[in-house]
């Protein structure tokens, strides 16, 4: 099945941007509904952002909308998170998870099959 690998946390200042990478090994990643997820300390692990095989389609959750892009590159095998307009509130450990089976973009954790090691990004005020 296939490898994630988060790249692209740090440190950021309130309001400024960063773009994470999850790049995919050992299949192609074409295959997979592939989904950002975010976790907080002491708190759930949460959906951030999902995209369709083709790329076609996205959804977001509400906290992230009209801030936060996904994208995905199948040539490159490699899934994106465009993070602009960055709070505090967004400090987490972001996840790439992929998900082989259906097409339905979900939001829950226990749809995916596969997940990266996560990369901490941390918001600064």
């Known amino acids: 099945q296939v490898q994630l690998v988060e790249s692209g946390g740090g440190l950021v200042q309130a309001g400024g941007s960063s773009r994470l990478s999850c790049a995919a090994s050992g299949r192609t990643s074409s295959n997979y509904i592939m989904a950002w997820f975010r976790q907080a300390p002491g708190k759930e692990r949460e959906f951030v952002a999902g995209?369709?095989?083709?790329?076609?389609?996205?959804n977001y959750a509400d906290s992230v909308k009209g801030r936060f892009t996904i994208s995905r590159d199948n040539v490159k095998n490699t899934v994106y998170l465009q993070m602009n307009s960055l709070n505090p509130e967004d400090t987490a450990v972001y996840y790439c998870?992929?998900?082989?089976?259906?097409?339905?973009?979900?939001?829950?954790?226990?749809?995916?099959?596969?997940w990266g090691q996560g990369t901490q990004v941390t918001v600064s005020s």
């Open positions: 998870a992929a998900r082989a089976r259906g097409a339905i973009l979900t939001t829950a954790p226990a749809g995916y099959d596969v």
């Open positions: 995209i369709s095989r083709s790329g076609e389609n996205t």
